[in-house]
């Protein structure tokens, strides 16, 4: 276990220089944009110049932007994420209340990503080239083609809409509640991830089946559920897991849309509003958080990977020897 513990702590230290570079990526890049951050803080209305000046100096507008990036990085490594400018609150006030839908929308994706990919696929790799094997495929493909944003609008209009079995727009107050209101936005959102993982849990499942050991228990009189679940599952899952990590990745971007589409007021709502009105620490903030998520998601799958694969295990603790 002390191992494990190492290697955690050494892949969490190689984060930090990536976090540096893409810290200062972010405040540079969001400041090459032509808008005045004065405006943004006004809403547009018109103020004096002692007016302007006060605001200039609160905000180190007057600094130069190395200075203000400085400036910056110093607060965040306290954790204060300065004030919206738009909103005339603290950032981290406003991510806090957002925060639960967005997470809770990313979950329960991953959640029924899960429970609909890796059956499909072990039924697909065990009904290879039957009618079925085809259908499956064919959702499949239907599935990783169609964009988030219209996979969200048409269930909307079906489901919602035309049958009313989900509420049309928001999200509950409960988490009890919310599984019911984010049930569909979830839905769409698992779609993309469902095909992938699906696709690659037959393939990989189709090669177990015909590797070795499989074949050997066979010949032992191993039973064909116990091959399959117990052994040939296990082996597959390596590749599912990186495809998951990566996916659930580009789930907290494709809540984005999905946040939208069903007015859920997530963090994704934030981000788009932050944009609009320049709001540059909201921005920052935002899009900082959805690296670090990334990028813990990322860290959390390689520990994952040396808990369920003793190959894996056996080398992490030899390079640490």
């Avoid at 200039?56 to 490594?77: A, T």
């Avoid at 040939?232 to 809540?255: H, Y």
């Avoid at 320049?278 to 799958?301: C, G, H, K, R």
Wanted: net charge positive; glycine share 6%.
């Amino acid at each position: 276990m002390a191992f494990l513990i190492r290697y955690l702590l050494k892949r969490a230290v190689s984060l930090v220089p990536i976090l540096l570079v893409v810290s200062a990526a972010v405040f540079f890049l969001i400041r090459l944009a032509p808008a005045d951050p004065i405006t943004s803080i006004t809403s547009g209305k018109r103020i004096s110049d002692e007016t302007r000046a006060s605001l200039v100096r609160q905000y180190h507008l007057d600094r130069s932007l190395p200075e203000q990036y400085l400036i910056w990085l110093g607060n965040l490594g306290r954790g204060n994420l300065g004030d919206s400018f738009k909103h005339r609150q603290p950032v981290a006030y406003l991510l806090k209340a957002r925060f639960p839908t967005t997470i809770q929308l990313v979950v329960m994706s991953t959640v029924i990503a899960v429970i609909l990919a890796i059956p499909a696929g072990v039924i697909g790799a065990i009904r290879k080239d039957t009618v079925l094997d085809r259908v499956i495929s064919a959702a499949m493909v239907f599935c990783v083609s169609s964009p988030v944003f219209l996979n969200a609008i048409v269930l909307m209009l079906i489901f919602s809409m035309r049958l009313r079995w989900f509420p049309v727009f928001g999200a509950a107050h409960t988490i009890g509640e919310n599984i019911y209101y984010l049930f569909l936005p979830s839905f769409a959102l698992s779609l993309n991830m469902v095909a992938l993982m699906g696709r690659i849990t037959r393939d990989r499942m189709i090669e177990e089946l015909k590797s070795n050991y499989a074949l050997a228990l066979a010949a032992k009189g191993t039973s064909f559920a116990r091959i399959i679940f117990v052994h040939c599952l296990k082996n597959t899952l390596i590749p599912v897991i990186t495809v998951a990590g990566i996916q659930i990745g580009g789930m907290v971007v494709g809540a984005v849309l999905v946040e939208n589409v069903y007015a859920l007021g997530g963090i994704g709502a934030l981000l788009i509003e932050a944009i609009q009105s320049s709001d540059y620490p909201m921005m920052q903030a935002l899009i900082m958080f959805l690296v670090i998520l990334f990028l813990l998601l990322n860290l959390a799958i390689d520990i994952i990977y040396v808990v369920i694969d003793p190959r894996i295990r056996s080398a992490v603790r030899n390079n640490q020897a």
